[in-house]
């Protein structure tokens, strides 16, 4: 099995584990190489893929995702998590027009006026409308459908084989690696690696499993490292500090991706996340 398994945020679901790894290799391993670890040979990484649970059935690759707009933003969940987006990308981005009291009434209006807002972002910039509701309904489907969210974690677990020693997970992907590895009794990973991850934000960290009693479960053993690198404007890392939620052993690293805040690739690229999956794999 691989060394190193990598997972992936949402949004991909209409990729696969090879498609996913053309980028993800060779970025990983320039963030190795800035940090001046060990090479990585081509069987060293996998993927824990998990999209296609999300892809609509019965529909060809030429038509895509459905076609979702501000009215199919879910009371609720869906609604709660795009008015946050909304507020951390005001705070970071001069750009965005900060919710003020009357538009955080929840109303259709105010959903349109959110959206729209983000839209004009720099974080969510170049993101149809309706790839932005679509990833709103990923994140809220995995946590709320428990046969779905138990399929994910399957798929991921299964990647990890004896042999893998590093977990480097993007954005959702770090929620599904997390709970996979809390799942997996015994299991010889050595180096959890978040990137960009939600795991910080309330209404994610209170519907994890296990339940968190009140921090959150340690995913592995004494010996594991769990370093989380965010991004001070990623806007769905929006709590870059995970050490209150989940005790001191989480290190945390701030980077910087430029412009693109959330890009998995830009992450892979700093020798800070280099030096974490470089940590795992030299670790006995």
Not at 189 to 211: K, W
Not at 221 to 250: C, I, M, Q, S
Not at 258 to 280: E, M, N, P, W
């Amino acid at each position: 099995m691989a060394r190193v398994v990598g997972v992936h945020g949402v949004g991909k679901q209409l990729l696969g584990e090879e498609s996913l790894l053309k980028d993800w290799r060779p970025a990983l391993r320039d963030g190795l190489r800035r940090f001046g670890g060990p090479e990585l040979a081509r069987g060293d990484l996998a993927m824990g893929f998990y999209g296609d649970l999300f892809r609509p059935q019965g529909q060809t690759l030429a038509v895509g995702d459905a076609l979702y707009g501000a009215a199919d933003v879910e009371d609720g969940f869906e609604q709660d998590l795009l008015f946050t987006w909304w507020r951390a990308a005001a705070a970071v981005d001069e750009g965005v027009v900060p919710p003020d009291g009357d538009t955080l009434a929840r109303t259709p209006r105010s959903v349109q006026a959110a959206l729209r807002a983000l839209s004009r972002s720099r974080f969510f910039s170049g993101l149809a409308l309706r790839a932005l509701v679509f990833d709103l309904k990923q994140t809220r489907r995995y946590l709320l459908e428990p046969g779905l969210r138990q399929a994910a974690r399957d798929r991921v677990s299964t990647a990890i084989g004896d042999d893998t020693r590093v977990v480097v997970a993007h954005s959702l992907g770090s929620v599904v690696a997390y709970e996979a590895l809390c799942a997996l009794d015994g299991h010889g990973v050595r180096a959890l690696v978040t990137l960009g991850s939600p795991l910080g934000l309330r209404m994610v960290f209170d519907r994890l499993q296990p339940v968190p009693s009140p921090t959150g479960a340690w995913p592995g053993g004494g010996a594991l490292v769990w370093t989380n690198l965010a991004d001070h404007g990623d806007v769905v890392a929006l709590v870059k500090d995970l050490r209150p939620l989940f005790g001191e052993r989480v290190s945390g690293v701030v980077v910087h991706n430029g412009s693109h805040a959330h890009d998995v690739t830009a992450y892979l690229t700093d020798a800070r996340t280099g030096a974490a999956i470089a940590g795992g794999l030299d670790a006995r």
